[in-house]
Nanobody, 125 residues
Framework: QVQLVESGGGLVQAGASLRLSCAPSDSSNYVTGWFRQAPGKAREFVATISKNGAITQYSHSVKGRFTVSRDNVKGTVYLQMTSLKPEDTAVYYC????????????????????WGQGTQVTVSS
């Protein structure tokens, strides 16, 4: 059973930065994704990173502003968020699943079996 623990959310002004952390219990064997859900909206894909950290992909809305990375020694995946906008306000979730290949990625929430509890990010204008 993978226990995901997220941290780093908060209330910031537009233009600020935040770094979210997600601690899988065995991150080197799992592909990790970040998703977010704003009030009244469906959960949406934000970013994903391969098991070895070499491959990443982002949604169009965050590309160039967010960076996903991982430290497999510490067993932690990060989402560095810069130039935050009010439309980034949401509950952010990390999710993970096993991956056979080192460079495989998954983009759908239905591909992931393990989820964190979510952390609130609020960006004021």
């Amino acid at each position: 059973q993978v226990q995901l623990v997220e941290s780093g959310g908060g209330l910031v002004q537009a233009g600020a930065s935040l770094r979210l952390s997600c601690a899988p219990s065995d991150s080197s064997n799992y592909v990790t994704g970040w998703f977010r859900q704003a009030p009244g909206k469906a959960r949406e894909f934000v970013a994903t990173i391969s098991k070895n950290g070499a491959i990443t992909q982002y949604s169009h809305s965050v590309k160039g502003r967010f960076t996903v990375s991982r430290d497999n020694v510490k067993g932690t995946v990060y989402l560095q968020m810069t130039s935050l906008k009010p439309e980034d306000t949401a509950v952010y979730y990390c999710a993970s699943r096993p991956g056979r290949r080192e460079t495989v990625l998954f983009f759908s929430e239905y591909d992931y079996g393990y989820w964190g509890q979510g952390t609130q990010v609020t960006v004021s204008s």
